[in-house]
């Protein structure tokens, strides 16, 4: 496994921590962090769903074969997660 610096994720848990707003986890900012630290590296892909107060972005390692949806917003309660796991693509 590539060891990614510190710094990089540093930064991609910085940028991704704007794309929610509000306060805590009900944005999902501390499970997609939590998640880029614990895989080590960052996604090759990222797909967004944003629909007034409803949010679900899907992370993707196509390398690894695995993909987690973060959703949150209305009528979710806090931040849900689900995952994918495939026959890694490379």
Known sequence: MKHIPSALILSASL??????????DSNCNDAINDTLKDTGANPEEITKYDSDGYHSHQYWWWNRGFERTFTWGDNIDGCQTSDYRFAPIR
């Open 15 to 24: 940028l991704l921590s704007a794309c929610g707003g509000g306060g805590g």
